[in-house]
């Protein structure tokens, strides 16, 4: 009787009682993945609101509300253009496309200072488009592989001019032959690419190639001291029927002997212009 006297209204027996509560704080809990989060709303029961105002307890259906969590990768974009004298690129010629869950961005355009990315945790890869057959491509080992919950990893790409690169002028037909080859120290029993550009030598625009005709003669020097080359089809290798929209093509060749190798080249281009050129290629034993 005494704890009735305290209240200023007096209860009587089978009178509905609602209890009036606090409004409802936010709690911050830390999820297990280590993001932030936030507790979700007290359902309703019957116009009764259940929570315990000074304890980080969830109850009676509380959500925890955990943001998803990100990775992210840096990548940076290197051009190297020493020994390159002319259409030497930067940068800014480059796309790359970043393959993985989620990544944002896809597809851009790195500047100097490299890009952020973010992604969700898994598998990922980073690919860029070959911006030139004289330019080698080096990515670092964080291009590729798998990324965990909160973790920054660091891609490098290096392109590089290949000084190896020589050239071949037809001064009749205004048309420039480039040729390339990597890795820049050919071994024997290696595959190794052979590059090609053909061109406009005005304005080194790419020529649409209807007929390529490639020789590569094996050992060139062994070869012309021997009476029998001519008569010996073995010492030559021929492709055929190669065609080029851009004037831009590749081959991959394993030589099987060392020495200095000579690679004989002919095209014909939509306009019927005809090209012949010839480039050395040294071959060596691995050790």
Not at 217 to 234: M, P, Q, R
């Amino acid at each position: 009787m005494i704890l009735l006297a305290m209240f200023p209204v007096a209860l009587q027996l089978g009178t509905l009682v609602n209890v009036i509560t606090i409004p409802r704080p936010v709690y911050a809990q830390p999820c297990v993945n280590g993001s932030s989060t936030s507790l979700g709303p007290l359902q309703n029961t019957g116009g009764l609101y259940f929570f315990h105002p000074y304890s980080n307890v969830r109850s009676l259906g509380q959500e925890k509300l955990c943001s998803a969590p990100r990775a992210q990768l840096i990548i940076v974009n290197q051009i190297n253009n020493t020994g390159c004298l002319t259409e030497c690129l930067s940068a800014s010629n480059s796309t790359i496309i970043v393959l993985g869950t989620n990544s944002k961005p896809v597809t851009f355009k790195v500047p100097a200072k490299g890009t952020i990315v973010t992604l969700d945790p898994g598998h990922y890869t980073v690919h860029e488009a070959r911006m030139s057959v004289f330019y080698g491509q080096v990515l670092s080992p964080g291009c590729s592989g798998i990324i965990s919950v909160g973790e920054t990893k660091k891609c490098i790409i290096i392109n590089s001019f290949a000084n190896n690169v020589q050239s071949w002028l037809d001064k009749i037909n205004n048309i420039k032959i480039q040729f390339g080859y990597s890795p820049p120290y050919p071994f024997v029993g290696n595959v190794t690419q052979l590059d090609f550009k053909v061109s406009s030598s005005n304005v080194s625009k790419g020529l649409n190639l209807t007929h390529i005709h490639i020789v590569v003669i094996k050992n060139v020097t062994a070869n012309f001291n021997n009476s029998d080359t001519i008569n010996n089809k073995n010492y030559f290798v021929t492709f055929d029927n190669l065609t080029a929209t851009y004037g831009i093509f590749s081959l991959n060749y394993q030589f099987s002997q060392e020495g200095m190798h000579q690679v004989i080249i002919k095209i014909v281009a939509r306009d019927s212009e005809v090209a012949l050129a010839s480039f050395n290629i040294p071959v060596l034993l691995p050790e």
